[in-house]
């Protein structure tokens, strides 16, 4: 298991290149595309918040392998979720 500061830049990372693809749908997408990027701009900053939240604060009384694990499922989940959303 990488550490929580390795985690943490991951999660920018990720969040920094789908909000970047969110600006680019803005900027020349379809007028479809252009009324949703909003939603996908919020969508993209609120994740990242959630979840540099959740690698600094643990669920007490959990496996921290666990916990670690079922965080990063979930992130790959929205991740999934917000480029569905996006090429949709």
């Given at each position: ?54 690698l600094s604060h643990p669920e ?27 090429n949709g």
């Amino acid at each position: 298991m990488a550490n929580k500061r390795v985690l943490k830049k991951v999660v920018h990372g990720i969040c920094d290149e789908l909000f970047a693809e969110a600006v680019a749908l803005k900027t020349y997408g379809t007028e479809a595309q252009q009324a949703n990027a909003e939603t996908h701009l919020f969508a993209i900053v609120k994740m990242e918040d959630e979840f540099v939240s959740r690698l600094s604060h643990p669920e007490p009384g959990m496996k921290p392998s666990l916990y670690f694990k079922d965080l990063k499922e979930k992130f790959s989940a929205q991740i999934s979720d917000i480029i569905d959303q996006m090429n949709g």
